[in-house]
């Protein structure tokens, strides 16, 4: 089955503490994964793809194809980084099939 | 462009009655997907149109939902008859499929609540 699960619905830290979000997919092929995040009354958009392997907002994410797994890691976390993210998998082969994790609620204390 | 744009933006309606979501994908782009976002479950795929042809409406709940993308522009969702748990955030998104790792654009979403 095509899956992407996300375990933890709220992840709960202090301002500079660091942060990893998980997310593990199911899936055969060559997976294109993706984490988008939803801050407060704004619309969902792209935080980073595995494909770029670059750090947004000081946001990285690792592809392990062996565990299947795409975390986001932060090392510093920040207020402004409380959000909604959610962990993504695109399937190219089936013209662009694109589910979404339950996704995981992250809030940042002072 | 503006983005998607969806339309209406909140809608509370009385059990039994049709609802009709409407969205309107980025100009040029040729996927286009509904998502239903819960709590419980997060965001659900419901169907999704690679130009204009509904590719997989696996997601859609039951037959009391169908949806229909008459041009490239312009796509709808509906509700008939709509039940209490029906009540989400139903978000639409388009991307410009064609290449890999290509980013969906989501709408602001339509918040709709049924009595």
């Known amino acids: 089955a095509q899956r992407v699960t996300q375990p933890e619905k709220l992840l709960s830290v202090f301002k500079g503490a660091p942060v990893e979000l998980k997310c593990n997919y199911s899936y055969s092929g060559s997976p294109e994964l993706f984490w988008y995040v939803q801050y407060s009354r704004q619309r969902l958009q792209l935080l980073l793809r595995?494909?770029s392997r670059e750090s947004i907002k000081g946001f990285t994410a690792d592809l392990n194809k062996g565990e299947t797994s795409f975390h986001l890691k932060k090392p510093f976390a920040q207020e402004e980084d409380s959000a909604m993210y959610y962990c993504?998998?695109?399937?190219?082969?089936?013209?662009?099939?694109?589910?979404f994790g339950q996704g995981t609620e992250l809030s940042v204390k002072p | 462009d503006a983005g998607v744009i969806q339309s209406p933006r909140h809608e509370v309606t009385e059990m039994g009655q049709e609802v009709t979501l409407r969205c309107k994908p980025i100009s040029g782009h040729n996927s286009l997907f509904w998502y239903r976002q819960t709590m419980m479950r997060g965001l659900e795929l419901l169907i999704y149109f690679n130009n204009n042809v509904p590719i997989d409406d696996s997601g859609m709940p039951e037959d009391r939902f169908s949806a229909k993308m008459p041009n490239a522009s312009f796509s709808t969702l509906k509700i008939q008859p709509s039940e209490p748990r029906d009540s989400a955030v139903y978000f639409c998104?388009?991307?410009?499929?064609?290449?890999?790792?290509?980013?969906?654009?989501f709408g602001q979403g339509t918040r709709l609540t049924v009595v």
């Open positions: 595995h494909i």
């Open positions: 998104a388009s991307s410009l499929n064609g290449g890999m790792n290509t980013e969906a654009f």
């Open positions: 993504a998998l695109r399937f190219y082969n089936q013209g662009g099939k694109l589910i």
